[in-house]
């Protein structure tokens, strides 16, 4: 080792002062640390940093960022039942025009316009300005909360020879990220889903692993083919434990609700879909006859309506026949009229229909 006196000037400063020399903390530092918590723009789901929120075309997702833009920007409710923290929110709108924005909020909106939500319809890419213009909208608005951009690609820097898609999206999301830590901000962002379909919902996001892995958390918005109900899988940096959440699309709003747990609602829906065959025939069914009208398994029928009559929701009527219950207490079938009740209009949808959320926030079959 060489003499103090040969060491460079820059070797004899204390570590943590040398140039370019990280600062450390030990463990036990870290742990007596007081840390700000986590903060939520929207409660669970949409944390400070940057989010992505993919699904795929005309599935409602422009109505639902901007139900939540809404949201954040009043003070109020977003999904129906998640609380928000108020403060200032940019949307940009750069696949819409001021027409139809506005038609869009004369749907949305229940009170007074709310100051607090800046549109935009044009913004140059991340990488041509759009990072710069963004600072200098977030530092002369300090008490904003959120920004949406809807959509991804019209911010995301172009691919060349000399950089990949993985390279662009990355790039796209590091300079928001940056963005989002330094104000303190949540940014969402709008993305498609691929046409082919995988068993990770991460791997259906349209692009490279550059988004999934650079985002601060994930929101898959899909649909179950025939209805117009759609499961939000939710995971993320922030998210102690990956969720599917049931939504339920409400046309006189033109928004999106969330009505609990997928799997749970899932089986309720499977369920009020078996009351729904069996009000219609008006007479008993064997599980193979609802099946056929239901295009499912006869095996997966055949179970949960002997569940369904366990619980007291069918009632055997011998030959391997079921038929309905008149129990007062059971909600899926006190109701015989469960067309007008908590069973979705969609249900009736067959299960080849492909459906879409149109400009006018209505479902079209």
Same mark, same amino acid.
């Given at each position: 080792?060489?003499?103090?006196?040969?060491?460079?000037?820059?070797?004899?400063?204390?570590?943590?002062?040398?140039?370019?020399?990280?600062?450390?903390?030990?463990?036990?530092?870290?742990?007596?640390?007081?840390?700000?918590?986590?903060?939520?723009?929207?409660?669970?789901?949409?944390?400070?940093?940057?989010?992505?929120?993919?699904?795929?075309?005309? &599935?409602?997702?422009?109505?639902?960022?901007?139900?939540?833009?809404?949201?954040?920007?009043?003070?109020?409710?977003?999904?129906?039942?998640?609380?928000?923290?108020?403060?200032?929110?940019?949307?940009?709108?750069?696949?819409?025009?001021?027409?139809?924005?506005?038609?869009?909020?004369?749907? &949305?909106?229940?009170?007074?316009?709310?100051?607090? *939500?800046?549109?935009?319809?044009?913004?140059?890419?991340?990488?041509?300005?759009?990072?710069?213009?963004?600072?200098?909208?977030?530092?002369?608005?300090?008490?904003?909360?959120?920004?949406?951009?809807?959509?991804?690609?019209?911010?995301?820097?172009?691919?060349?020879?000399?950089?990949?898609?993985?390279?662009?999206?990355?790039?796209?999301?590091?300079?928001?990220?940056?963005?989002?830590? !330094?104000?303190?901000?949540?940014?969402?962002?709008?993305?498609?889903?691929?046409?082919?379909?995988?068993?990770?919902?991460?791997?259906?996001?349209?692009?490279?692993?550059?988004?999934?892995?650079?985002?601060?958390?994930?929101?898959? *918005?899909?649909?179950?083919?025939?209805?117009?109900?759609?499961?939000?899988?939710?995971?993320?940096?922030?998210?102690?434990?990956?969720?599917?959440?049931?939504?339920?699309?409400?046309?006189?709003?033109?928004?999106?609700?969330?009505?609990?747990?997928?799997?749970?609602?899932?089986?309720?829906?499977?369920?009020?879909?078996?009351?729904?065959?069996?009000?219609?025939?008006?007479?008993?069914?064997?599980?193979?006859?609802?099946?056929?009208?239901?295009? !499912?398994?006869?095996?997966?029928?055949?179970?949960?309506?002997?569940?369904?009559?366990?619980?007291?929701?069918?009632?055997?009527?011998? !030959?391997?026949?079921?038929? *309905?219950?008149?129990?007062?207490?059971?909600?899926?079938?006190?109701?015989?009229?469960?067309?007008?009740?908590?069973?979705?209009?969609?249900?009736?949808?067959?299960?080849?229909?492909?459906?879409?959320?149109?400009?006018?926030?209505?479902?079209?079959?």
């Amino acid at each position: 080792m060489k003499p103090t006196a040969d060491l460079p000037e820059e070797w004899r400063l204390h570590p943590q002062e040398r140039n370019g020399w990280a600062k450390t903390l030990t463990a036990a530092e870290l742990l007596g640390l007081e840390l700000p918590p986590i903060r939520w723009s929207v409660q669970g789901l949409v944390p400070e940093g940057v989010t992505l929120l993919a699904g795929k075309p005309k &599935l409602g997702k422009s109505w639902m960022v901007l139900g939540i833009a809404i949201a954040i920007s009043t003070g109020g409710v977003a999904l129906g039942t998640r609380p928000v923290e108020m403060g200032d929110v940019l949307y940009m709108a750069l696949e819409d025009n001021y027409r139809r924005l506005r038609k869009r909020l004369e749907k &949305l909106l229940t009170g007074e316009a709310p100051e607090g *939500l800046h549109i935009v319809t044009e913004w140059p890419r991340m990488n041509e300005g759009g990072a710069e213009a963004l600072e200098r909208w977030l530092e002369a608005h300090p008490d904003a909360r959120a920004v949406v951009v809807d959509i991804l690609k019209r911010v995301r820097p172009r691919t060349s020879p000399n950089r990949s898609i993985y390279e662009a999206d990355y790039e796209a999301l590091e300079a928001m990220q940056r963005l989002a830590a !330094k104000y303190e901000v949540s940014i969402l962002v709008v993305h498609h889903l691929r046409k082919q379909g995988a068993a990770d919902p991460l791997d259906e996001i349209s692009g490279s692993a550059g988004l999934s892995g650079g985002a601060d958390g994930v929101l898959v *918005l899909k649909r179950d083919r025939g209805r117009a109900d759609a499961y939000l899988h939710v995971t993320g940096r922030e998210i102690e434990e990956e969720a599917e959440l049931a939504l339920r699309w409400d046309a006189d709003l033109a928004s999106w609700t969330l009505v609990g747990d997928a799997e749970e609602y899932r089986i309720s829906q499977e369920r009020q879909d078996i009351v729904r065959v069996l009000t219609e025939a008006e007479e008993p069914m064997t599980p193979k006859e609802v099946a056929e009208l239901l295009g !499912k398994s006869v095996n997966a029928v055949k179970y949960l309506m002997w569940k369904m009559s366990k619980d007291g929701q069918l009632a055997t009527a011998g !030959k391997g026949r079921y038929s *309905l219950t008149t129990n007062p207490a059971n909600p899926l079938t006190a109701n015989p009229d469960i067309s007008g009740g908590s069973v979705s209009a969609v249900s009736e949808v067959s299960s080849g229909t492909d459906i879409t959320i149109n400009e006018d926030g209505e479902a079209e079959f």
